[in-house]
Every structure is written in structure tokens, then in C-alpha cells.
């Protein structure tokens, strides 16, 4: 086990208007780069106290001790470093994966920044994690990431436990005003100033060993994210939003699944909304089977059977392994092995769909009820993009068009419509939601 633990002393000289008045000496092995950004983080602290009254001293001596970044490689250091952790009131995640080929992502390392400590978990060589899972599922913590929808089920599968309590920090973010979709380097940047490094973006995670500059990025990932995550709670408290934030990441903490049901899995075909719905019902079918073959077999949809050529075999009575090698997106390469199977599959589906087994069309709505739902959608739309405004917040981040569609189907005309729409949307919206003219009248 590697332990990397960093001291920094440093001197401000006043008076300090940037990182430029400091010195410092490092004991570690740390980039210019981080050490220019640790530096930045002491200088506004100096800032600080020259605001406060003791600009008249000569200098400020700051002993700076940040968080030891270990590597954890062997299973017996992965259960002392869980020991350790266990009374910690909550834990900065993130993790770093592979997903080209597969249709799961392949974990190469965990980061955990706890209890003082950022520990990079090498999941290539400890291939239980399970240990982990009393940590990641226990309710005495809070479990901290930025933007985690797929962390999630990647840390689902290697742990064997769902995580929570969660605090999204790039929900918080948000709803602290920040701008939806943050990213984590935006973040830090925003909050404290600090740039941080992104050689690494794009690397093999899963070979060993990882540089010293794979380390360095990966432990950037959680060093800050402890203290962005206390900034942004204060922020929330402030704004009277905490709570916002903690419903939906307990919302997304809930939908760790890999992908859609098979049944849904159609609407993610690019281009199959455009088609005449017979072609629709086949097309359904088949997108159903390739999710099941893709978790069955392991592999990336495209892989097995990307989106043109499902739609091109949906359009086609009758289909030979001839033709198939003209289709649009195959690739010998790819799907040569799995062309057999497609053709198999194509005449189950058109055999359920000719038979009834499947639907062709869902029921069409009349003129009416059309009328009525249009007229309930643009009444809310205009509620949340005023109500919005006033908060200063994106109108999707209020209420997105995902979320309005699941709680006017799941209201269908009868009682509150903010009653369906629940949590704290529903509160906010509430009564004044309920008066709108379109939705007096029902669905």
C-alpha cells in the first residue's frame, strides 16, 4: 500500500491579493499544477483574515495538512481502511470504469475521501468489494458524488448494496443556483477557485499499473469533494433548499438499474418514431430482445445490433443471411456471429405482431383528449417557467418534461394534480397548480 500523505507550510506575506504572495513547501511528490491550486485555497483563507483585523502582522504561517491519498490493493487493506471508516458521518465517492464493449461497465478503481484519508481502491486487483458494501449502504452516513447516475449500478454490482443516503452534488449545485448539469470540475472551480487537472479524462483504466498521473487525477476526483459538498449545503440551507436537493438524489439513488426494462427499450432507437407503426410494433420487439441478448451476453448494444440496422430489418417481409451483409450499420467484424440469431428473432416478432400477441399501435387518443392535455400541459409549462424565474432556476430543473408526463398520466383527470406531482415540486406548486382553469376541468 502506497501512502502518499501531503503536509504543506506555508507563509503569506501581506498583503496577499492572489497566490502570487505565498510560498510554499511541499513534502509529497505534487504537480505544479496542484500545488499552484492548494496554494490558491491558503491565499483566499489569507484573504479572509485580512478582512478580519490582522493585516497588521508581518505574515501568516499556515501548517496545512491535507488528506493522504493511499492505494488499497489487497483485500486485508481494503478491511482495515473499512474499519476505520465505519463512524465516519458521511464519504466523498467517485470511481473510474471502462464501457466500449460491454453493456456493463467494467470498474477499475474506487476513490473514497474519508475521515481525513483519499483512498484509491484498485477494483482490477481485489475482485470482492463486498467489504465496501457496509460503508456505501449504511443509513449513519451521507455518501457524497457529483453527477452519479452511472456510478450508481456500477458500485451496485461490485458492492452487492444500493447506496444512500446520497448527496448529488451536482444536484446540489443546481438547485444552490449554479446552473444544471455542472460539471465536477466546473464546480470546484466555481466554489473555491481551484482548476483542476484533466490530462486523464480519457484513459484505460482497467491497465495496470496506473501512472502516477492516473492517481493523481483519480484522487482529484474526491479530494474537494467533502468541502464542496459542506459549501453547498450551506448554500442550501441558506436558500431554504436543502431539502430539494436531498429528494431527488434519493430519487436517483432509487434508479441504480443498467439500463431501461426490455420493454421500454425501444425508446431509445434512434429514428423508430418516424416509422409506419407496423414497423413500430416489429421494431419494439426486436429492441426488446437485443437488451435481454445484450445483459445475457455482456456486450454493448451496438455491438450486438445497432439501431439502423434493427429499423432496416423491421421494414423487411423477409430478410436472408445474404441480404443481411447489405443492411445499414452491419459490420462483419461485429455481427457477423450474431446474424443468425437476428433472423430468428425477426420471425418470432412478425409472428407475434401478425397474431395479435403483440400491439401494433397503442390506443389513440380522440381529438378531445388531446385538446384537454395539450391545454394542461401549457397552462403548467407557463407555471413553471414563472415560478422558475422567480427562483431563479432553470424551468427543467423545476419540473422536467420526463417528470410532468409520469405525474399527468398517473393524475389522469381525477383528484390533485399536485398531489401526483408529490414531493417538494407538488408543495411548491401546490394550490395555484390545482386552480389552473385546464385543470379544474380534468383530464
Same mark, same amino acid.
Given at each position: ?7 504543506? #507550510?506555508?507563509?503569506?506575506?501581506? @498583503? ?7 510560498? /510554499? ?40 495538512? $491535507? ?13 482495515? &481502511? ?32 474519508? &475521515? ?21 449502504? =449504511?443509513? /449513519?452516513?451521507?455518501k457524497i458524488l457529483h453527477s452519479c447516475s452511472e456510478d450508481l449500478p456500477v458500485l451496485r454490482r461490485a458492492t452487492g448494496v444500493s447506496l444512500g443516503p446520497l448527496f448529488d ?23 473555491? =477557485? $481551484? ?23 483519480? +484522487?482529484g476526483d474526491v479530494e474537494h469533494l467533502q468541502e464542496a459538498a459542506a459549501e453547498l449545503e450551506r448554500r442550501l440551507v441558506a436558500l431554504d433548499r436543502l431539502n430539494w436537493a ?13 439500463? @431501461? ?7 431509445? $432507437? ?12 416489429? +421494431?419494439? =420487439?426486436? &429492441? ?18 445497432? #439501431? ?8 423487411r417481409d423477409s430478410v436472408s443471411l445474404q441480404d443481411i451483409v447489405r443492411l445499414p450499420g452491419y459490420d462483419p467484424r461485429r455481427h457477423a456471429s450474431h446474424a443468425p440469431r ?13 397474431? /395479435?400477441? +403483440?400491439?401494433?399501435?397503442? @390506443? ?48 389522469? =383527470?381525477? /383528484? ?17 397548480? #390545482?386552480?389552473? &382553469? ?6
Amino acid at each position: 500500500m502506497e501512502d502518499l500523505a501531503r503536509t504543506i #507550510d506555508v507563509v503569506v506575506k501581506r @498583503p496577499v491579493r492572489d497566490e502570487t504572495g505565498l510560498n /510554499g513547501n511541499f513534502d509529497c511528490d505534487l504537480s505544479p499544477h496542484t500545488q499552484r491550486a492548494y496554494l490558491e485555497i491558503v491565499a483566499r483563507f489569507a484573504r479572509h483574515f485580512g478582512r478580519h483585523g490582522v493585516r497588521g502582522e508581518p505574515a501568516l504561517a499556515v501548517h496545512c495538512r $491535507v488528506a493522504r491519498t493511499i492505494s488499497i490493493d489487497e483485500p486485508d487493506q481494503l478491511a482495515a &481502511a473499512v474499519a476505520r471508516w465505519q463512524a465516519a458521518p458521511s464519504v466523498a465517492l467517485d470511481t473510474e470504469f471502462v464501457r466500449e464493449r460491454t453493456f456493463r461497465a467494467r470498474l477499475g478503481l474506487v476513490q473514497v475521501a474519508v &475521515a481525513g484519508e483519499v483512498a484509491l481502491v484498485d477494483a482490477v486487483r481485489i475482485t470482492d468489494l463486498s467489504p465496501l458494501g457496509t460503508i456505501l449502504g =449504511g443509513a /449513519g452516513s451521507r455518501k457524497i458524488l457529483h453527477s452519479c447516475s452511472e456510478d450508481l449500478p456500477v458500485l451496485r454490482r461490485a458492492t452487492g448494496v444500493s447506496l444512500g443516503p446520497l448527496f448529488d452534488t451536482q444536484i446540489a449545485a443546481a438547485f444552490a443556483g449554479l446552473g444544471p448539469s455542472l460539471s465536477y470540475a466546473a464546480l470546484i472551480l466555481a466554489l473555491f =477557485g $481551484v482548476e483542476l487537472e484533466k490530462e486523464e479524462t480519457r484513459t484505460d483504466w482497467l491497465r495496470r499499473p496506473l501512472s502516477p498521473e492516473q492517481l493523481r487525477y483519480a +484522487a482529484g476526483d474526491v479530494e474537494h469533494l467533502q468541502e464542496a459538498a459542506a459549501e453547498l449545503e450551506r448554500r442550501l440551507v441558506a436558500l431554504d433548499r436543502l431539502n430539494w436537493a436531498l429528494e431527488d438524489s434519493a430519487t436517483l439513488a432509487a434508479s441504480d438499474a443498467d439500463g @431501461p426494462a426490455p420493454a421500454d427499450a425501444w425508446r431509445r $432507437v434512434k429514428g423508430l418514431d418516424r416509422c409506419p407503426p407496423l414497423v413500430q410494433a416489429v +421494431a419494439r =420487439g426486436l &429492441a426488446a430482445w437485443r437488451e435481454r441478448e445484450a445483459a445475457r451476453l455482456d456486450v454493448a448494444r451496438p455491438f450486438l445490433l445497432r #439501431d439502423e440496422t434493427l429499423l432496416a430489418l423491421a421494414r423487411r417481409d423477409s430478410v436472408s443471411l445474404q441480404d443481411i451483409v447489405r443492411l445499414p450499420g452491419y459490420d462483419p467484424r461485429r455481427h457477423a456471429s450474431h446474424a443468425p440469431r437476428w433472423l430468428e428473432v425477426l420471425a418470432e416478432v412478425r409472428r407475434e405482431v401478425e397474431t /395479435g400477441a +403483440a400491439s401494433v399501435e397503442p @390506443p389513440v387518443p380522440s381529438a378531445a383528449d388531446l385538446g384537454r392535455r395539450r391545454a394542461i400541459e401549457d397552462a403548467l409549462g407557463a407555471l413553471v417557467a414563472r415560478r422558475a424565474g422567480e427562483l431563479s432556476l432553470a424551468p427543467e430543473l423545476l419540473l422536467s418534461r420526463r417528470q410532468r408526463d409520469r405525474a399527468l398520466d398517473a393524475w389522469g =383527470g381525477r /383528484g390533485s394534480l399536485a398531489a401526483a406531482i408529490g414531493g417538494f415540486r407538488g408543495a411548491l406548486l401546490g394550490a395555484e397548480l #390545482d386552480a389552473l &382553469a385546464p385543470v379544474r376541468a380534468g383530464g
